[in-house]
């Protein structure tokens, strides 16, 4: 699928079929997180990826955001580094992951933003290490809508060279 494309038919997929997800697409998936840009390349990050079904419940039990995670197949916990730039960079690490699991088929959605120091006993994340988000990743149990948003005309979130400007 094509980058754009990406952006523009992914939507938030809170449900999932019962269906593994291959080794290899795992692997692209955080791989993709690994490949995101960083300031001075710090890579202030850590990704776990889950697919152990009782991990998955408890996480599922913990993230008062998410608690479609126990039915996940998979999950990637983004765990981040106390520094200046951490949440910038891992957001978009994790927006990665869910761009190109979008490619795939898999359809995959946010949880949490903070808040989740219940994760870290579960996954064993060291006291260094807040747990940023935590998201699901699986085949949605029916085709999606793909490119059907609601969002505000292009011309009302942006300018063109000074704000107010109209953006055509």
């Not at 795992?26 to 997180?33: L, S």
């Not at 479609?68 to 200046?84: N, T």
Request: glycine share 8%; charged share 20%; net charge neutral.
């Amino acid at each position: 699928m094509e980058v754009f494309e990406a952006v523009r038919t992914v939507l938030a997929v809170r449900q999932y079929q019962d269906k593994p997800i291959p080794p290899e697409i795992m692997r692209r998936i955080v791989e993709a997180a690994h490949l995101s840009a960083s300031s001075m390349n710090r890579q202030p990050w850590h990704f776990i990826a889950v697919d152990d079904r009782d991990i998955l419940r408890q996480l599922g039990s913990i993230a008062q955001t998410g608690p479609y995670i126990a039915q996940a197949p998979l999950a990637v916990a983004v765990c981040i580094e106390d520094s200046r730039f951490a949440v910038s960079d891992a957001s978009r690490a994790a927006q990665s992951m869910m761009l190109t699991a979008w490619s795939e088929g898999i359809g995959s959605n946010w949880a949490g933003f903070g808040g989740l120091e219940g994760a870290k006993p579960i996954l064993g994340v060291p006291d260094s290490l807040e747990v940023l988000c935590i998201i699901p990743f699986g085949y949605p149990p029916r085709p999606s809508g793909q490119g059907k948003k609601e969002r505000k005309p292009l011309g009302e979130v942006a300018s063109h060279n000074r704000y107010g400007q109209l953006f055509a």
